[in-house]
């Protein structure tokens, strides 16, 4: 017969490890769908170079809802979300959704811009690029993960956010309601 004391220390050590594991703990990135405490979107002042676009800013997308992906082109997790963000832009553009892809490097060979033009152009991407290769923008957001996708409520605070691959009709139902189509 289990012991209490071995029962709660079983429990308090369960605990901790839930509150220091990555993704779990208070302050970390939430599953999509998970309320999160609205903060000012931070600007893209980082980003070295633009592709598919002039250098945008926040005040520029005031009154937009605007979804923010951090990606780099050699990570898988991120090519396989990169068609789901594309699809949320062609359909819902023309209903005031700006995306922003903010490739962020992990490796030095993805801090090449030709090379990133030339995957840019492979992968389809239509959406505006930000390349963010001394990892201010995503320092500004406080990421750290690869992919990871941040909604922008017409008022420029953070409202959502999810990391990783999946829950792309989440995903989707949030931008509707944002952009009053739910």
């Given at each position: 017969?289990?012991?209490?004391?071995?029962?709660?220390?079983?429990?308090?050590?369960?605990?901790?490890?839930?509150a220091a594991w990555p993704g779990t703990g208070i302050g970390s990135i939430v599953n999509a769908g998970t309320p999160v405490a609205q903060?000012?979107?931070p600007d893209f002042d980082g980003a070295t170079?633009?592709?598919?676009?002039?250098?945008?800013?926040?005040?520029?997308?005031?009154?937009?809802?605007?979804?923010?992906?951090?990606?780099?082109?050699?990570?898988?997790n991120c090519l396989h979300v990169l068609p789901h963000t594309e699809g949320l832009y062609e359909r819902y553009a023309g209903d005031g959704l700006v995306v922003v892809g903010v490739h962020t490097p992990e490796y030095d060979e993805e801090r090449d811009p030709s090379a990133l033009k030339a995957a840019i152009k492979r992968l389809g991407i239509t959406y505006p690029v930000a390349m963010d290769n001394e990892q201010r923008v995503w320092s500004a957001y406080g990421n750290q993960f690869w992919p990871a996708i941040y909604l922008i409520d017409r008022n420029g605070q953070v409202v959502y956010?999810?990391?990783?691959?999946?829950?792309?009709?989440?995903?989707?139902?949030?931008?509707r309601k944002l952009l009053g189509k739910a």
């Open positions: 017969m289990l012991s209490l004391r071995y029962v709660a220390a079983t429990l308090f050590l369960t605990a901790a490890l839930f903060a000012p979107a170079r633009w592709f598919n676009s002039s250098p945008l800013s926040m005040d520029q997308l005031k009154g937009k809802v605007v979804l923010v992906e951090f990606w780099t082109r050699e990570c898988i956010r999810h990391a990783g691959e999946g829950n792309y009709e989440q995903t989707e139902a949030a931008v």
